[in-house]
């Protein structure tokens, strides 16, 4: 557990006192955390495992039934979704790779989750475009390229039904979009984005300080 926190304000110690007192991921969970690390620095695109926590909390409190991810990775996010949804939730996962995404599978299995999921490989606005039902979900999470966000979230806003969330990771891009000094093209995508949500009619958003950033926007 815990080790260089990505919750980046935080201090090592502070971070593993905070997962020992409420949202330390289960064996699976902690496994498939050990896993993704082994594949070295790319490693950093999990999310931190009290976002998985909270994130798992939401679903569970929204009484979210249907919910779609976009970046999936090794699937932990998916994991924690998929386990707040609890029985008969649906979870479609968008992702390019079928390398990464596999890596999750069995971890999903292990976890009883697995035919919770729907793992679609293709790129996520493609997928994002091909669902019809409108308003037919309660919860989504994008965490994939930069460059899409804004794209994502206009077409998850026809997705998610009125009082549904839409979460949004790396909002803070490691404090990279506060410094004007900084103005290289992801964390202008990042402030573009912060800046499209804010000023959304449709969105009540939060951004919160937890792990990379975390924004949650309340549909309207
Ligand atoms: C930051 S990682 C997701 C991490 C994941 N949520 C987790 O907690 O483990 C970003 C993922 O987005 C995927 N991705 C990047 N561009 C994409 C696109 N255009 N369509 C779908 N997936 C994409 C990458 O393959 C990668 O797995």
């Known amino acids: 557990m815990g080790s260089e926190p990505k919750s980046f304000q935080l201090s090592e110690s502070i971070h593993r006192y905070l997962?020992?007192?409420?949202?330390?991921?289960?064996?699976?969970?902690?496994?498939?955390?050990?896993?993704?690390?082994?594949?070295g620095r790319i490693s950093i695109m999990q999310i931190a495992p009290e976002q998985g926590a909270f994130i798992?909390?939401?679903?569970?409190?929204i009484g979210a039934r249907r919910a779609i991810e976009?970046?999936?990775?090794?699937?932990?996010?998916?994991?924690?979704?998929?386990?707040?949804?609890?029985?008969?939730?649906?979870?479609?996962?968008?992702?390019?790779?079928?390398?990464?995404?596999?890596l999750g599978r069995p971890f999903w299995e292990e976890a009883?989750?697995?035919?919770?999921?729907?793992?679609?490989?293709?790129?996520?606005?493609?997928?994002?475009?091909?669902?019809e039902e409108d308003a037919g979900f309660d919860l989504a999470f994008i965490d994939a390229d930069k460059s899409s966000y804004i794209a994502y979230a206009?077409?998850?806003?026809?997705?998610?039904?009125?009082?549904?969330?839409?979460?949004?990771?790396?909002?803070?891009?490691?404090?990279a979009v506060?410094?004007?000094?900084?103005?290289?093209?992801?964390?202008?995508?990042?402030?573009?984005?912060?800046?499209?949500?804010?000023?959304?009619?449709?969105c009540q958003n939060v951004m919160l300080p937890i792990g990379d950033g975390l924004t949650l926007i309340r549909v309207l």
Do not use: K, Y
Not at 74 to 101: K, N, Q, V, Y
Not at 178 to 202: G, S, V, Y
């Open 56 to 61: 798992s909390l939401l679903a569970s409190a």
């Open 19 to 39: 997962l020992e007192n409420g949202g330390a991921p289960d064996s699976v969970g902690q496994a498939l955390i050990e896993r993704t690390r082994e594949l």
């Open 178 to 202: 506060a410094d004007p000094e900084i103005n290289d093209e992801r964390t202008l995508q990042i402030r573009a984005f912060n800046e499209w949500a804010t000023a959304h009619p449709r």
């Open 154 to 175: 206009e077409e998850l806003l026809r997705l998610i039904r009125p009082g549904g969330l839409i979460l949004v990771d790396n909002v803070l891009w490691f404090g």
């Open 70 to 102: 976009v970046g999936t990775f090794t699937g932990f996010s998916a994991l924690c979704i998929a386990r707040g949804m609890g029985e008969g939730g649906e979870l479609i996962c968008c992702d390019t790779s079928e390398e990464w995404t596999s």
């Open 112 to 131: 009883g989750v697995a035919d919770r999921i729907d793992l679609r490989i293709a790129p996520a606005i493609e997928t994002l475009r091909s669902i």
